[in-house]
């Protein structure tokens, strides 16, 4: 059985679409998912504020993953209208996961237009986009390398020279793909194996690049291939210019949000009495100290070592972080914390998903270093980009070993991904012998002491592939 949901993004103040209209071009049991009561609409020349535009947009996706992950198949209708910088977001958020149609309405009064898009893109399919370099007067080989993608009305360079210029800026190169030609079908099956190799082929061109720009204009199916074929490994730091009110200007960057909004890291940990002692002091420290070697302090640490469960609420409320750490004892289906008295007190699952989903928004990554922590990994993915958590035990020494190495990676730039590789390696290769195993953080395996069937840490994602996607800091440019 195939599960329909459509994602509809109502969010202009002018020429809005109907729910019938939208109903009469979907299949009739499709699941429909509205974008438009988490932000201000907006009408023509008065841009949406982009921020929560962006994050009401992830919000979308992750209860449009949750939906797909009820039944085996499911297939994504894209409608409505905004702002391109906002279609280009949902493409980028939806990338390869699933086959998707984007019901295209060329004009105010004239029907949806179904454009089916596959996953993969058509290699034998012609070219839509013509492709040319502008040539500037004024260039710098380290600024952002542009590429303008667009469909009837090309932009005119100086007006993407003057939205660098407000940027303090200069473009390192401009590359265009314009096609004279209306979006249709045709352009629907050609266009994704293009931007696949012009975004490639942009980024070699201009390896010194400080960013790539992304200048978009025409139908807001484009926009969304474009959004779909970012491939983070190969663009990391990507800048979205939109049109509005005659003029270009910086809707947002990737990653979003930006860096002083989720570099900081919540740290809670309890090593409750009554339970098996853990150097938690000596965890926090050292990954500080390693951070200090840093050129700069990356990322910013707010530590609660003796955590009572609405810490948790607290410190999400006030710091609004880009990553939670949880550190301690645990077992299926339960975090232990402290009590007013210094002894354990359990969290469940169904508790700490509600603090995340009233006040971690601003949430990509979640860290439990406990013992069996997966358990709660599969229901906090509804909120939360990236998961990492123990299958099985884990001893103190290695779940140090592995978080001062996760945030030493992630200060110096690199992805949850990679971070993670870096850190289960360095676990692996600092492990200690048998002898002298210190406690694990497993309430369940206490009475028998059996510590050595430790299994590594598991990496969680949202959705395929996009730890690759997650960076809390940026990296220097040399």
């Not at 993915?381 to 103190?396: F, K, Q, S, T």
């Not at 730890?467 to 809390?472: D, G, I, K, S």
């Amino acid at each position: 059985m195939i599960t329909d949901i459509v994602l509809w993004l109502d969010l202009a103040a002018v020429n809005q679409m109907t729910e019938a209209t939208v109903r009469a071009s979907t299949p009739r049991e499709a699941q429909l998912l509205r974008l438009t009561k988490h932000v201000e609409p907006y009408g023509e020349g008065t841009p949406p504020a982009w921020p929560p535009v962006i994050t009401a947009i992830d919000r979308l996706v992750r209860e449009a993953q949750r939906l797909g992950r009820q039944l085996p198949d499911c297939r994504y209708w894209v409608t409505g209208r905004a702002g391109l910088p906002a279609f280009f977001h949902l493409g980028h958020r939806l990338s390869q996961m699933a086959a998707t149609t984007f019901l295209h309405q060329p004009d105010d009064d004239s029907p949806l237009v179904p454009l089916p898009i596959e996953p993969r893109a058509s290699a034998d399919a012609p070219p839509y986009l013509q492709v040319e370099s502008g040539t500037l007067p004024d260039r710098d080989p380290r600024g952002p390398a542009v590429l303008a993608v667009s469909c009837r009305h090309r932009p005119v360079e100086a007006a993407i020279i003057k939205a660098l210029h407000d940027r303090r800026s200069r473009a390192s190169g401009i590359t265009y793909a314009h096609s004279p030609h209306d979006f249709d079908e045709a352009a629907a099956r050609s266009a994704p194996g293009q931007l696949h190799r012009l975004l490639r082929d942009t980024c070699d061109a201009h390896p010194d690049r400080s960013a790539l720009a992304i200048v978009l204009r025409g139908p807001t199916p484009l926009a969304f291939l474009v959004g779909r074929a970012i491939n983070p490994r190969v663009c990391r730091d990507v800048q979205i210019f939109g049109y509005d009110g005659g003029r270009y200007s910086l809707a947002y960057e990737l990653p979003y949000p930006p860096v002083p909004d989720r570099n900081k890291v919540v740290f809670v940990a309890a090593s409750p009495a009554d339970l098996p002692r853990l150097e938690i002091e000596g965890e926090t420290d050292e990954i500080e100290r390693e951070q200090s070697h840093l050129v700069t302090r990356a990322l910013d640490f707010v530590k609660h070592p003796r955590a009572q469960p609405y810490d948790i609420y607290k410190a999400l409320e006030e710091h609004q972080p880009g990553v939670l750490h949880v550190s301690g004892h645990g077992s299926s289906g339960e975090l232990m914390f402290l009590d007013g008295h210094g002894v354990s007190r359990p969290l469940s699952t169904s508790d700490l998903v509600e603090t995340i989903r009233l006040v971690g928004g601003s949430l990509r990554l979640a860290v439990l270093s406990a013992c069996h922590s997966e358990s709660h990994a599969s229901t906090l993915l509804e909120h939360v980009d990236c998961v990492v958590a123990m299958r099985g035990p884990i001893r103190d020494d290695d779940a140090r070993r592995f978080a001062v190495t996760l945030y030493y990676r992630l200060g110096l730039g690199d992805s949850v991904r990679d971070a993670f590789n870096h850190a289960r390696h360095a676990m692996r290769l600092q492990r200690s012998d048998c002898a002298g195993i210190p406690p694990a953080r497993d309430v369940e395996a206490m009475a028998s002491g059996d510590h050595a069937n430790v299994e590594p840490p598991q990496l969680c994602e949202s959705a395929p592939d996009i730890a690759r996607e997650v960076f809390l800091v940026r990296r220097s440019t040399p």
